[in-house]
Nanobody, 112 residues
Framework: QVQLVESGGGSAQPGGSLKLSCAAS????????MGWHRQAPGKERELVAQ???????YYAESVKGRFTISRDNPNNMVYLQMNSLKPEDTAVYYC??????WGQGTQVTVSS
């Protein structure tokens, strides 16, 4: 059974930072591409960042230079470091594995 458990969401002021974590189980993690998506109220879910098993990384244009995705294969973890946060980053953030499996989501709210 695949499980993805996110943590690290919360509130931050504009310009602040948060780090999201995702613990994965039930998959061959080291050979799986992992991603972070987000969904803001009234909007469709969108891909934020993705990292392949080989370490190739993709970022959405809106987060380039501000967010960093990383993975820890021995511990089956994927992270999203979010810096220089903006109010428009407010959303529920979801961990995704293999494009098929989803975590429950963690809320990120950026406001002053």
């Amino acid at each position: 059974q695949v499980q993805l458990v996110e943590s690290g969401g919360g509130s931050a002021q504009p310009g602040g930072s948060l780090k999201l974590s995702c613990a994965a189980s039930g998959i061959y993690f080291s050979s799986s591409f992992m991603g972070w998506h987000r969904q803001a109220p009234g909007k469709e879910r969108e891909l934020v960042a993705q990292i392949s098993s080989g370490g190739n990384i993709y970022y959405a244009e809106s987060v380039k230079g501000r967010f960093t995705i990383s993975r820890d294969n021995p511990n089956n973890m994927v992270y999203l470091q979010m810096n220089s946060l903006k109010p428009e980053d407010t959303a529920v953030y979801y961990c995704n594995a293999l494009g098929a499996y989803w975590g429950q989501g963690t809320q990120v709210t950026v406001s002053s």
